[in-house]
């Protein structure tokens, strides 16, 4: 599965981005979702999953009530809804997919596949 991030982009703090992940020639209707991000300097971390049902979904303590992960299976799309953006929030996210139900993981040991990541940048 050749997954694609899109989205990304520079915006001020207080503001919202809308990231896409979709997979090029497959369906991800049978995949569980995750969004993780990346900052310089620092491990990659997990920000949100959502199972392949869309019926639940998780989201890291840094980022609840600010991010929403959403799902049409209809289009093999996943969205991360970002509002109220920090400075700390700016990363290169990367979305990953892997075949767990409706177990969502929070390590990038058990996704199986990887988008190429898109830029989150936040100006104070």
């Known amino acids: 599965v050749q997954l694609q991030a899109s989205g990304g982009g520079l915006v001020q703090a207080g503001g919202s981005l809308r990231l896409s992940c979709g997979a090029s020639?497959?369906?991800?209707?049978?995949?569980?979702i995750g969004w993780f991000r990346q900052a310089p300097g620092k491990e990659r971390e997990y920000v949100a999953g959502i199972a392949w049902s869309g019926y639940s979904s998780d989201y890291a303590d840094s980022v609840k009530g600010r991010f929403t992960i959403s799902r049409d299976n209809a289009k093999s799309a996943v969205a991360l809804q970002m509002i109220s953006l920090k400075p700390e929030d700016a990363a290169v996210y990367y979305c990953?997919?892997?075949?767990?139900?409706?177990?969502?993981?929070?390590?990038?040991?058990?996704?199986?596949?990887w988008g190429q990541g898109t830029q989150v940048t936040v100006s104070s």
């Open positions: 020639g497959r369906t991800l209707k049978n995949y569980v």
């Open positions: 990953a997919a892997t075949r767990s139900g409706e177990y969502i993981p929070i390590n990038t040991s058990e996704y199986d596949y």
